[in-house]
């Protein structure tokens, strides 16, 4: 599998696409919504390209596509049903999502090495909470950094920088996992080093196009480049 990396005091992870697949449960949102605004579904797939700027990123880039770049007529459409998506959504956080095979226990694996263990998203704070406690991941998470918590999101450093102030740390002692360009943009920017899985929403592209330090196949290989050990003996590749 390659060096072990020195354990970093302070582990970052994405969320969408990284810890859990929400993939699913985004689209489903979208297409109630649209649904009810008189538009007819959008495929999944297409829905999944634009998962990773943020929610409200996410229905505006909707709303353009539903109505063929018909400026005004999104943002009139943005301001009446943008709180509906996200009431819809709240309401079906956790029933169509899953954290990736591995995900809960190498977070617990990590804690107990001794990492802190932190989420920076650029998903809406609230959401992003409520998702973690319907996916039992939340007690495992030392900070987390949501949409709104720093004037720009990622691929700003900005999200990044405050998961740092926040831990006591440096640059140089975190690490950070996503699945996005924009992710390994936000820790360039930060001077953090940053792994990638392959597994998320990269708006359709491979991730190594985007040249992360590494990138990953699994939790588990997580952990092996690390050296942490798994907390059970049934945890493998």
């Known amino acids: 599998m390659g060096q072990v990396a020195p354990l970093p005091r302070l582990i970052m992870f994405d969320l ?125 998470i030392d900070i987390l950094v949501g949409g709104g918590d720093t004037p720009e999101g990622k691929p700003s450093p900005q999200p990044l920088q405050k998961a740092l102030v926040d831990a006591g740390l440096g640059a140089q002692d975190a690490l950070f996992v996503g699945d996005s360009s924009n992710d390994i943009q936000a820790a360039r920017r930060a001077g953090v080093t940053v792994w990638a899985f392959n597994h998320g929403y990269n708006h359709g592209e491979p991730i190594a196009a985007a040249n992360p330090d590494r990138v990953l196949d699994s939790f588990p290989e997580l952990l092996q480049r690390l050296g942490v050990e798994p907390p059970l003996a049934s945890f493998s590749f």
Do not use: M
């Not at 990123?57 to 400026?71: P, S």
């Not at 459409?77 to 591995?102: A, C, E, M, N």
């Not at 694996?109 to 998203?121: E, F, H, I, M, P």
């Open 16 to 140: 969408d696409g990284t810890l859990v697949d929400t993939a699913l449960e985004i689209a489903c949102s979208v297409n109630q919504t649209l649904d009810e605004a008189g538009f007819d579904p959008l495929p999944a797939a297409l829905i999944r390209e634009w998962i990773g700027k943020g929610t409200a990123w996410l229905f505006a880039t909707v709303l353009q596509r539903v109505t063929g770049q018909d400026e005004e007529r999104a943002a009139q459409l943005y301001d009446r049903y943008y709180p509906r998506f996200l009431q819809v959504y709240h309401d079906l956080t956790g029933i169509h999502s899953q954290p990736y095979p591995g995900a809960p226990e190498a977070l617990e694996a990590l804690r107990s090495a001794g990492c802190q263990l932190a989420v920076v998203t650029n998903k809406d704070r609230d959401l992003s909470q409520r998702l973690l406690d319907s996916q039992g991941l939340a007690q495992a």
